[in-house]
């Protein structure tokens, strides 16, 4: 074959390539086919969950006579103790909100950044030598999330943390009585998670909260929880 014969077939047919190419650059999407939309979605229900307790030991704990042996006085014994750790629970309610933009013509669009606030209170419970103690708290979770899929999301934030009640109100440490009303766990914590929400609503939680302040004044002990949660989500904005 003439070879300025094969010349000329191959640049027509490179020319109605980009003919073609450029006819589809120029394309108008039809206005019920565009998505360029951002919308929200919103989902609440209630937040069931358990896990484990650590305490880092404090350095020492000033010993407290109690009054009723008849010394008013703080005695300024220090004594060492063990903190080890123990189990939680939490129980409350949890509120997701969920950016999502859509851009024509991709049917999928991107939906990548949300956030969730819930509301738990949990218990936790620190052993110690002679018998566990026992806080009972307020937890905030504000988390930032993102969804590596439709279903699995990774999260990052804070938790806030109000102390409610401790117990009982003495604990020995060898033969000394500390007395725990002194004992607080108002926090601001530091929280890592995963979690994964199924197509019917039901998400499983895996989260890591890191305790940043001291338990008191005297006690330089600090808080932290691991905790997986079960959680059956209601669609209030879809």
Known sequence: MNKK????????????ALAAQNHEDQWVWPDEMKTDVLSFHLDAGPVIGGGMTFATDPTLIPAAIPTVIGIKE??????PTDFRSSFCYQLGI???????????PQPH?????????????RKSSIKTE????????LD????????????LIL???ATLVKSLKTSPEWLLFGPIPFQTDIIESNDIMLSVGAGYK?????????????????????????????????????????
Do not use: W
Request: with cysteine; net charge neutral.
């Open 74 to 79: 703080t005695d300024p014994t220090l004594i």
């Open 155 to 157: 999260e990052v934030g």
């Open 94 to 104: 949890a509120a997701n909100g969920r950016l999502a933009y859509q851009k024509s």
């Open 130 to 137: 002679d018998e566990p103690f026992h806080l009972l708290s």
């Open 198 to 238: 199924t197509p019917i609503g039901l998400a499983l939680e895996l989260r890591y909260n890191h305790g940043n302040s001291y338990l008191s004044e005297t006690l330089d002990s600090k808080i932290s929880t691991l905790a997986f949660s079960v959680s059956y989500r209601f669609s209030i904005i879809k």
């Open 5 to 16: 014969l094969i010349l000329a077939i191959a640049f027509s047919l490179l020319c109605n």
């Open 140 to 151: 905030v979770p504000i988390m930032v999330h993102f969804y590596v899929t439709s279903g």
């Open 109 to 121: 669009g991107i939906s990548r950044l949300g956030m969730g606030v819930e509301v738990l209170l």
